[in-house]
């Protein structure tokens, strides 16, 4: 069954939470990003989205330069490398949210993203790569 692990992003983009929303909506420029982790030493404590840019600080009319802990999702919701896909759909669908974080004893290695779903959905498994490949040879005749 696929896991989390097969189909999240390994390099995750952080952000530490002292910075500002300027700073970080640059990084997330520069990266081509729709998020950012928050860390603190390299926990993931909150993350920032691109909605929650706009639902809290253009649509306010807020400074840019206040800090990302009080504009970010606080609450984290993540999941395990070993996650099946189906739980993380699951789980996604269910907190209304599009990005996981994945943690594996406590430490970041990865994210997830609805996009990531859609990106996968179509792609074969190697046991039906597998039976594709043996299925464009003819068969031995029987002896």
């Known amino acids: 069954m696929p896991q989390v692990k097969d ?34 030493k390299g926990f993931p404590v909150g993350i920032l989205t691109e909605r929650d ?3 809290r ?14 504009v970010m999702t606080k ?23 599009h990005r996981l974080p994945v943690l594996k004893q406590n430490k970041l290695v990865g994210i997830v993203a609805a996009s ?11 046991s039906e790569e597998i039976l594709e490949a043996l299925g464009r040879y003819p068969a031995s005749p029987s002896v």
Do not use: H, W, Y
């Open 116 to 126: 990531d779903f859609v990106r996968n959905v179509g792609k074969k498994t190697t």
């Open 57 to 70: 600080i253009v649509a306010k009319r807020a400074p840019l330069d206040q800090k990302i802990t009080e």
């Open 7 to 40: 189909i999240m992003t390994k390099d995750v983009i952080t952000i530490e939470a002292n910075k500002t929303v300027f700073e970080a909506a640059e990084l997330m420029t520069q990266k081509g990003l729709g998020c950012l982790v928050v860390v603190i």
């Open 75 to 97: 609450t984290v919701i993540t999941v395990e490398p070993e996650t099946s896909l189906k739980e993380a759909a699951r789980v996604m669908s269910t907190n209304k949210i």
């Open 53 to 55: 840019i706009v639902r």
